[in-house]
């Protein structure tokens, strides 16, 4: 990492300084990690992959995932379907749509303070940009760890950003070869569009 990717990268600065802490449903929160999103994954927590089907019982099921730390498990009593289905309707009558998307909006605040990993440009593949995903989760523990020699629960624990641009650095100075693209990268980008734009609608 370049003294300008680390210095000037605002997702980079974003990964290291959090808030105090956060607070949902009345709870603190750990920080946000690869272990709870490991577990958000389990239980099929749409939170990422289609938030607009949250529910009140899957933001208190976050909620409690987010106070657990490696190696323990968030634990859910085996209910019937009847019983699932009644706790379901209970948590949306107690809650109500105003108190619900508001605590929802403290969880995306949450998930924004730690999920700040870096992008990362493949040169061998022809400038493909991509951001980390759940499929490099196990890879990214392993060689945080073997390159660190740290303790078994140290990095599911870390903050998921942080852990992630260790895992690129680490990665670099083994020899992998690609670049990250920082945030002053990206507003050249949009500027240049912007400068493209103007040209067009003049002519």
């Known amino acids: 990492m370049t003294e300008q990717e680390s210095v000037f990268d605002e997702r ?6 959090h808030q105090r802490s ?3 449903l009345g709870k ?3 920080p946000f990690s690869i272990w ?3 577990q958000f994954e389990a239980f099929g927590l749409p939170f990422f992959s289609e938030p607009e089907l949250a529910t009140p019982h899957d933001l208190r099921i976050a909620v409690a995932i987010c106070q657990t730390q490696f190696p323990d498990l968030l634990k859910i009593p085996n209910l019937s379907g009847i019983r699932r289905k009644w706790m379901r309707i209970v948590d949306l009558t107690r809650f109500g749509q105003g108190t619900f998307h508001r605590e929802l909006g403290k969880l995306y605040c949450y998930f924004a303070d730690y999920y700040s990993c870096p992008i990362v440009e493949n040169i061998k593949d022809g400038d493909s940009v991509r951001e980390p995903d759940m499929d490099e989760a ?3 523990v392993a060689n945080y760890r073997a390159c660190t020699n740290c303790p078994r629960e140290e990095p599911w624990n870390l903050p998921i950003g942080e852990l992630y641009w260790m895992h690129v650095t680490l990665s670099r100075q083994k020899g992998a070869e690609f670049s990250i693209r920082t945030t002053v990268i990206d507003q050249a980008i949009v500027e240049a569009k912007k400068s493209i734009q103007a040209k067009k609608e003049k002519q």
């Open 12 to 17: 980079y600065i974003e990964a290291l300084v």
């Open 22 to 24: 956060h607070r949902v």
């Open 28 to 30: 603190r929160l750990k």
């Open 36 to 38: 709870h999103r490991t």
């Open 138 to 140: 196990l890879s990214v």
